[in-house]
T-cell receptor
Framework: GQQLNQSPQSMFIQEGEDVSMNCTSSSIFNTWLWYKQEPGEGPVLLIALYKAGELTSNGRLTAQFGITRKDSFLNISASIPSDVGIYFCAGHFGNEKLTFGTGTRLTIIP | EAEVAQSPRYKITEKSQAVAFWCDPISGHATLYWYRQILGQGPELLVQFQDESVVDDSQLPKDRFSAERLKGVDSTLKIQPAELGDSAMYLC????????????FGPGTRLLVL
């Protein structure tokens, strides 16, 4: 089946720093989604991407749908304490089920 | 803002007991999903409904798990009997339709089997 490799697995950064994470797939997707999950809660949708090459922003978050359709990137600028959590990428092709990455755990060092 | 509702939020049970989780999707969403998320991993699909019909239950352990969405609105996921390995977060999500439509998740039910 499809596999999503998400990296890095964890990040420890200082408040104010920028963050970058990415996902690579073993097959092409036509939808990429980025979610954030906090402890004990369900994933919350951050950004949805539907077209290769698409670059979409949501406040300090920017995500891109890779041209090869096999990867996606999420950047967070000027991190703040409430950015702490686990970030998941997810993708699917057509009506196939949504496949999730393994998550990037973001910790902000005071 | 419309949200996916789930209950209970937490459930502790002993192995061999039966447990049930409930989900109410966002109003008007035809597609409903149940996921299981083991600690440290991403969610994995258990079952997908389109209205009241199951469209994918290939990853549902049917010997002990069952799911229904009788009227095509809310849904129940049941485990009988529960096993220690069933301890996980059970997430419900909904979307307007399958395919391109974005999935929105509920807060989840955290299950602990003792």
């Amino acid at each position: 089946g499809q596999q999503l490799n998400q990296s890095p697995q964890s990040m420890f950064i200082q408040e104010g720093e920028d963050v970058s994470m990415n996902c690579t797939s073993s097959s092409i997707f036509n939808t990429w989604l980025w979610y954030k999950q906090e402890p004990g809660e369900g994933p919350v949708l951050l950004i949805a991407l539907y077209k290769a090459g698409e670059l979409t922003s949501n406040g300090r978050l920017t995500a891109q749908f890779g041209i090869t359709r096999k990867d996606s990137f999420l950047n967070i600028s000027a991190s703040i304490p409430s950015d702490v959590g686990i970030y998941f990428c997810a993708g699917h092709f057509g009506n196939e089920k949504l496949t999730f990455g393994t998550g990037t755990r973001l910790t902000i060092i005071p | 803002e419309a949200e996916v509702a789930q209950s209970p939020r937490y459930k502790i049970t002993e192995k061999s007991q039966a447990v049930a989780f409930w989900c109410d999707p966002i109003s008007g969403h035809a597609t409903l999903y149940w996921y299981r998320q083991i600690l440290g991993q991403g969610p994995e699909l258990l079952v997908q409904f389109q209205d009241e019909s199951v469209v994918d239950d290939s990853q549902l352990p049917k010997d002990r798990f069952s799911a229904e969405r009788l009227k095509g609105v809310d849904s129940t996921l049941k485990i009988q009997p529960a096993e220690l390995g069933d301890s996980a977060m059970y997430l419900c999500a909904s979307s307007l339709a399958s395919g391109k439509e974005t999935q929105y998740f509920g807060p989840g039910t955290r299950l602990l089997v003792l």
